[in-house]
Structure formats: structure tokens, C-alpha cells
């Protein structure tokens, strides 16, 4: 039996907003899209990865009060929460076709650090860093 973990989650303000971001422009897959009345357990997971899943939450109720869902919500929209960051071979290329599914770029690719990097954001303000993979 492997172990490890299995599921990250992001908070998104809206759920079909973030699955068509993250499915048209980023090319990932779902997985689960489970609803239980209002609560949905949506993620998923890139092509290359498929032993890790992408939780695509909403704030609010069973798990958040209205006061805290708020608040959580305007935190994502700032981009205060840490970045994620995406592995590729050739950042050029990556954001190159990213541009063409409509991703905006908050940062042009940097030659830095013995790689090179961008970051990107997406709908709900969750910040990116797309980095070329050493090698």
C-alpha cells in the first residue's frame, strides 16, 4: 500500500469558474465532482501526476461560517495565499501556449535562481509559479 498525500486543496469563488480554468487552460483532468445538497468535492489533477488531486473548494458551509467564507474569499482575491507552483520543461513554450488558452501572466518568464520562471493567477487570485524544470 503507498502512502502519502493525496489531496491539496485551494479555495476558488466559484467552482464551474475554476474547473474551466483549470481543465481548458491548464489542461487538467477531473477526477472527482461530488455533490452532497449544497457541499461539492471537486478536484483535479494534471496529466504527468496522476497520484495527486487538486481540490477546487468553495468556502462556505458545512466547513465555513458566512463571516469566515467571506473572509477567506477576499483573502484568495488579494493573493495573499502562498503560490503553487507547476514544473514544465520550457517555460517559453508553457506560457507561450497558455497565452493562446487565454491565461494572463502576471510575471514574464525570469532567468533566475539556474532556472527560469513566470507566475499566473487564477480566477479566484490564487498566484502560480510556472518554473523550468533543472535538467
Known amino acids: ?22 481543465v481548458e487552460k491548464l ?24 497520484s495527486f488531486h487538486l481540490g477546487l473548494f ?3 458551509p458545512p466547513v465555513h461560517d458566512p463571516a469566515t467564507a467571506q473572509t477567506l474569499r477576499e483573502v484568495v482575491a488579494k493573493g495573499a495565499m502562498p503560490p503553487l507552483v507547476l514544473s514544465v520543461d520550457d517555460v517559453r ?5 497558455m497565452r ?3 491565461v494572463e501572466f502576471t510575471q514574464e518568464p525570469v532567468e533566475r535562481y539556474g532556472t527560469v520562471d513566470a507566475g499566473f493567477r487564477d480566477p479566484s487570485g490564487n498566484g502560480w509559479k510556472l518554473i523550468q524544470a533543472r535538467g
Open 58 to 60: 468553495k468556502p462556505g
Open 93 to 97: 513554450a508553457a506560457c507561450e501556449r
Open 1 to 22: 500500500m503507498s502512502q502519502g498525500v493525496d489531496v491539496v486543496g485551494l479555495y476558488v469563488r466559484d467552482q464551474d469558474e475554476a474547473l474551466e480554468f483549470y
Open 100 to 102: 493562446e488558452r487565454g
Open 27 to 50: 489542461g487538467f483532468r477531473v477526477t472527482n465532482d461530488v455533490r452532497n445538497g449544497d457541499y461539492r468535492w471537486l478536484t483535479v489533477q494534471h496529466p504527468e501526476q496522476p
